[in-house]
């Protein structure tokens, strides 16, 4: 930053600059889910690795080419929070266009791969995702709270886009894994809502805790989304995906997941808040895990 206030103007970003701009942590999430995705789909007993390895790939790139490119439409609010204030672009490491143009790039070469190497299903799933998440959901955010709802969809998509490239069609097991993992991100970004409320109010994003201060709305969204998402999460045992370790487990993490939403309704504090973030980023690889684990005949 110039002693003017205006941003200063990168003349060579470095590789790390870079590598934050496609928040590789939300990445390695969106891959481990495309992964499951493709393990359901893939019937056994057919080459897979080739595959599942450009299936990754294509979604890994897209995936990381549709965060710079949030980055680069979210530029303004992100100078304005805290916590986004230090990103390659608001802190000048990085200018807008060199992260517009490095994101197009990413989503390109994604997309291409997946259409070459894998199949044209999950080639425009890919690319359904990354309109829906920067067309809809990102200038939503700036207007109405019910952008979360608009946005789990395309959050929800990564397993889809595992399970077309191993199939090549989607078939009800597909459909369920969307459905927890569409259900499973309204208590996680709520109670992240509910942490940074102050933040999202300076730039002007209308999440619903800024919206409703008291948190009674916020809390209870959680609660019956968790609620909702425990007989969700059986489906694949009645699919016949997976077995009854399975079935029993899920029960297991639904009812802790559902009771740090109960305290938190209980307790609306940052605390508690934080603690529902915790248990969400505990229950997802968990019960992908068991899932896995108990797959009848693996």
């Given amino acids: 930053m110039e002693p003017n206030g205006s941003v200063r103007t990168p003349c060579f970003p470095g590789a790390r600059d870079f590598i934050e701009l496609t928040k590789p942590r939300i990445t390695w999430l969106i891959?481990?889910?495309?992964?499951?995705?493709?393990?359901?789909?893939?019937?056994?007993?057919?080459?897979?690795?080739?595959?599942?390895?450009?299936?990754?790939?294509?979604t890994g790139l897209v995936a990381s080419g549709t965060a710079a490119?949030?980055?680069?439409?979210?530029?303004?609010?992100?100078?304005?929070?805290?916590?986004?204030?230090?990103?390659?672009i608001p802190s000048g490491r990085v200018t807008a266009a060199q992260a517009f143009w490095f994101g197009a790039l990413l989503s390109v070469l994604g997309i291409g791969m997946l259409?070459?190497?894998?199949?044209?299903?999950?080639?425009?799933?890919?690319?359904?995702?990354?309109?829906?998440?920067?067309?809809?959901?990102t200038p939503l955010k700036q207007r109405t709270h019910l952008s979360t709802v608009v946005g789990a969809a395309p959050g929800a998509m990564p397993p889809l886009i595992g399970f077309a490239g191993a199939q090549g069609a989607?078939?009800?097991?597909?459909?369920?894994?969307?459905?927890?993992?569409?259900?499973?991100?309204?208590p996680h970004f709520l109670a992240i809502a509910w942490m940074y409320r102050e933040d999202y109010a300076r730039a002007g994003i209308r999440m619903l805790p800024v919206l409703q201060p008291s948190g009674e709305a916020t809390s209870l969204q959680m609660v019956l989304y968790s609620v909702a998402l425990i007989p969700?999460?059986?489906?694949?045992?009645?699919?016949?995906?997976?077995?009854k370790v399975y079935l029993i487990g899920a029960c297991v993490l639904g009812l802790l997941f559902l009771y740090s939403g109960i305290r938190a309704a209980a307790e609306r504090t940052i605390l508690r808040a934080r603690q529902v973030?915790?248990?969400?980023?505990?229950?997802?690889?968990?019960?992908?895990?068991?899932?896995?684990?108990?797959?009848?005949?693996?």
């Avoid at 889910?33 to 599942?52: C, D, E």
């Avoid at 259409?115 to 920067?134: D, F, K």
């Avoid at 969700?232 to 077995?243: H, Q």
């Fill in 31 to 58: 891959l481990a889910s495309t992964a499951v995705g493709y393990y359901f789909g893939h019937a056994g007993g057919t080459p897979w690795l080739r595959a599942l390895l450009a299936t990754l790939l294509g």
């Fill in 232 to 243: 969700v999460s059986l489906g694949p045992s009645l699919l016949g995906m997976t077995g």
């Fill in 115 to 137: 259409w070459l190497s894998v199949n044209g299903l999950a080639a425009g799933l890919c690319l359904l995702t990354e309109v829906l998440y920067l067309a809809a959901y």
């Fill in 170 to 186: 989607l078939t009800p097991e597909a459909w369920i894994l969307f459905a927890m993992l569409f259900l499973w991100q309204f």
């Fill in 69 to 88: 490119l949030n980055q680069w439409y979210e530029r303004d609010a992100d100078r304005k929070m805290r916590r986004t204030s230090q990103r390659p």
């Fill in 277 to 298: 973030l915790l248990a969400s980023v505990v229950y997802l690889p968990l019960i992908f895990g068991l899932m896995v684990l108990d797959r009848p005949g693996w």
